[in-house]
């Protein structure tokens, strides 16, 4: 890479990504774009020195993925299955995100748990150990009995320092975790005695009702603060 970030041949480095998509998404760093690497959203090609090299496609990709992130408040999840689909040729490419206002409930299925060590967790989310500690210490980051974190923890905790930007600091935002609680609670009421029924049939069914209950939750909460901040004078 040169030292001004200039594209290395036909590829664009990094830095130079960086540069095309500061103007309309200014809060966009070397490690969300590192970040969406990691999850797969975006693949840029390595020379044989190991530099990455981004296509106009690749950056294309990038532009879809921070607006919708931005704009719609698209989980990666529903992201990921966007593109994918566009890449099997199932749709068209899509030239901005499709707006969904209620999560799928595919959204919520069970995945195999990644584990991220603390280091990994501090990358991925680019905090510091300090801002980590704060998260913890207000319930909003937990690690498993093991230690390790998981990938919903890195992206709890990248959530909260993009609400850092604004002033609010981890300890304003127990009041989303107090909310969560109170909302598994109520739902916990529903599931609990579909999952004491025996048989594969009623843990299926314990399943589906989880998902579809997690996706009716998050859907509801969006619409309305959606609704409240609509409602704010002079907006």
Do not use: N
Not at 55 to 66: E, G, I, K, P
Not at 168 to 196: K, N, S, T, Y
């Amino acid at each position: 890479m040169t030292a001004a970030g200039r594209p290395r041949g036909e590829g664009l480095s990094i830095g130079a990504v960086l540069g095309r998509l500061r103007s309309e998404f200014p809060d966009v760093t070397i490690s969300k774009i590192r970040f969406l690497e990691s999850e797969g959203l975006v693949r840029p090609a390595r020379t044989a020195s190991g530099y990455r090299q981004f296509t106009q496609a690749d950056v294309a990709r990038l532009r879809f993925v921070l607006a919708a992130q931005r704009d719609h408040y698209l989980p990666l999840k529903v992201i990921r299955e966007q593109l994918d689909a566009a890449d099997r040729g199932e749709s068209e490419p899509p030239a901005r995100p499709a707006l969904t206002c209620v999560p799928s409930p595919t959204e919520f299925a069970d995945e195999p748990a990644r584990r991220l060590t603390r280091e990994e967790l501090l990358d991925q989310a680019d905090i510091d150990a300090a801002t980590l500690a704060e998260l913890e210490q207000y319930g909003l980051v937990r690690p498993g009995p093991d230690g390790f974190y998981d990938t919903d923890s890195a992206e709890v905790a990248r959530t909260a320092k993009e609400f850092a930007g604004y002033g609010i600091e981890p300890r304003h935002l127990r009041a989303f975790r107090a909310a969560a609680d109170r909302e598994v609670g109520l739902l916990e009421q529903v599931l609990a005695p579909m999952v004491r029924q025996h048989g594969e049939d009623a843990r299926r069914r314990a399943d589906e009702a989880a998902h579809e209950l997690a996706s009716l939750s998050v859907g509801l909460h969006t619409l309305l603060v959606k609704a409240g901040l609509r409602r704010i004078p002079g907006r």
